[in-house]
């Protein structure tokens, strides 16, 4: 898979609808949609759709930052171990388990989202009802396991479907 599709995965899991721009580091490299002149004399932002999660594997653990909506500024760190190869039959990326809800899009980043938190727990908050409007029934400690499973299926039959068109190119 490709870093965009790694950053759609993580969008799926957190629930987010990709309306921000977002960036993916490992050490110094950045990798995500390069924006002329925001290199602010570092390392270029590298295209995530031309570099394979592969390429950037280290052996046993790999560790990526994912910075995304650089304004609520959500800050992952990614660490992937025990990667092996997978069932050429099988469906990537799959749901295979996870708690809780993920902060919802545009809450303010760390310190919003606590502080809706703290308003929901507060029913004569002044803000209450709208916080309570705008968060729409969220309970932090559901998961939807159904919607994830959608999403990520979607990202799947995506990437099983250009991997058909490609064979299809290799073999003509």
Same mark, same amino acid.
């Given at each position: 898979?490709?870093?965009?599709?790694? +950053?759609?995965?993580?969008?799926?899991?957190? $629930?987010?609808? =990709?309306? +921000?721009?977002?960036?993916?580091?490992?050490?110094?490299? !950045?990798?995500?949609?390069?924006?002329?002149? *925001? #290199?602010? $004399?570092?390392?270029?932002?590298?295209?995530? =759709?031309?570099?394979?999660? &592969?390429?950037?594997?280290?052996?046993?653990?790999?560790?990526?930052?994912?910075?995304? #909506?650089? /304004?609520?500024?959500?800050? +992952?760190?990614?660490?992937?171990? #025990?990667? !092996?190869? /997978?069932?050429?039959?099988?469906?990537?990326?799959?749901?295979?388990?996870?708690?809780?809800?993920?902060?919802?899009?545009?809450? $303010? /980043? @760390?310190?919003?989202?606590?502080?809706?938190?703290?308003?929901? *727990?507060?029913?004569? +908050?002044?803000?209450?009802? #709208? @916080? %309570? *409007?705008?968060?729409?029934?969220?309970?932090? *400690?559901?998961?939807?396991?159904?919607?994830?499973? @959608?999403?990520?299926? !979607?990202?799947? &039959?995506? &990437? %099983?479907?250009?991997?058909?068109?490609?064979? !299809?190119?290799?073999?003509?």
């Amino acid at each position: 898979m490709t870093l965009t599709v790694l +950053h759609d995965v993580v969008q799926a899991a957190m $629930g987010w609808c =990709d309306q +921000h721009l977002w960036e993916l580091r490992q050490g110094k490299q !950045r990798y995500g949609q390069p924006i002329s002149g *925001d #290199d602010w $004399g570092g390392s270029p932002t590298l295209k995530a =759709d031309k570099v394979r999660l &592969r390429e950037i594997l280290k052996p046993r653990k790999t560790a990526l930052d994912y910075t995304y #909506d650089f /304004g609520d500024s959500w800050e +992952h760190w990614l660490t992937l171990t #025990d990667v !092996r190869p /997978g069932d050429p039959d099988g469906e990537y990326p799959r749901y295979i388990a996870g708690e809780r809800a993920a902060p919802p899009e545009d809450c $303010g /980043g @760390i310190p919003g989202f606590y502080g809706a938190l703290e308003v929901l *727990d507060d029913p004569k +908050h002044p803000d209450h009802a #709208d @916080i %309570n *409007d705008w968060f729409d029934g969220f309970d932090p *400690d559901a998961i939807d396991e159904q919607v994830l499973k @959608i999403a990520l299926s !979607r990202i799947a &039959r995506r &990437r %099983n479907s250009a991997k058909a068109i490609f064979a !299809r190119k290799a073999r003509s």
